[in-house]
């Protein structure tokens, strides 16, 4: 049997992660493309930021797909590996059944300067370190694999483009990708610039690379 | 800041960054909890905030949310919590070092899914460490205790 349980101030649960969250102040812009002002083949170029964001470690490794197995990979980790202690994120895709990701990755109540400074520890969130649902799998994933996932409303939570954009500025997790601590690299770009790529590319029509 | 612990409540004066466990054990003389790593590596220092396992080297003072419980508060001499019963029952302990965490984090394990399979005990236990090598007595006691909860 499994319960649900609140840890911190958010309601953590089998299907469901409610909390804090939702309620961030956007701290990016989204800037609005008309239609038709991008062009198709700037409108590619706009998805190979994406891709390259999507595709590298600090993102990739926590949208993993049905194996709920969190990835560590990237120059931090030397060889790539499954996430170490045998850790499985489980069904929940927060642990709940076995060990909550939170166990170690603790929430922060307030945002911390120095919180992930030291190599080798969990990183920590104002929210509850999770997986991405297992609908966003990119790990190893091509390009135009993602590319056709990600405007899939199957898929992507049933958002449009802009959506999408504006949920990625409402993410602590995803946040931290910029800003990782550590040894750990950074994500490409900026979180602004990943909104305005995704904001351009669906003003190109979002186009995808062939395989 | 105030913080409870076990029930009892203490007035405590630290920094905001002191981890948790030096406050159980150097301010408070709580010393159940054990440091092995201080990097979350280990599970020597696990107890719960409100019921859920978190390795207290990771909690810093100013994210402390809720009542803490150590191992001193999980059960009494007379009266053991299930997974401490089930622990002496096979016991579990060689050195002893890693068993409060070990303790805290089945406990919490259990409170969530008191009928796991092998597979999801392994997973459970698997980021708590024992240089004694005692995890085959661990996933009997966990099993054990499974059973006495289900029964209670
Ligand atoms: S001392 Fe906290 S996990 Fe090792
Ligand atoms: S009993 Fe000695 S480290 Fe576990």
Redesign the interface.
Known sequence: MIKVFTFGSCLLAITNLACGAQTLTAENKLNEFPAGSVTLEQGLASWQIFYEVASHPRCSNCHVGSSNRPMWSGPSYGKTRPHGMNIKADESRIGVESVPCATCHVTLLQPSENANTMPHTPPRVTAPWALAPVEAEWFGKSSSFICNQLKDPERNGNRTIADVASHLDHDRVLQWAWNPGGNRQSAPYSLQMVMDALMKWSAAGTPCPSE | MQITVNGNQHEIDVED?MPLLWILRDELGITGPKYGCG???CGAC?VHV??????SC???A??I??EITTIEGLGQPDALHAVQSAWVEHQVAQCGYCQSGQIM?AAS?L?????PSDE?I???M??NLCRCGTYPRIRKAVKTAAENLRSA
């Open positions: 960054d990097i979350a590596q696990t409100e019921g859920i396992a978190v390795r990771q909690v810093r100013a994210d949310d809720g984090q394990f409170d969530q899914n008191d009928d999801e392994d997973s459970a698997s980021s």
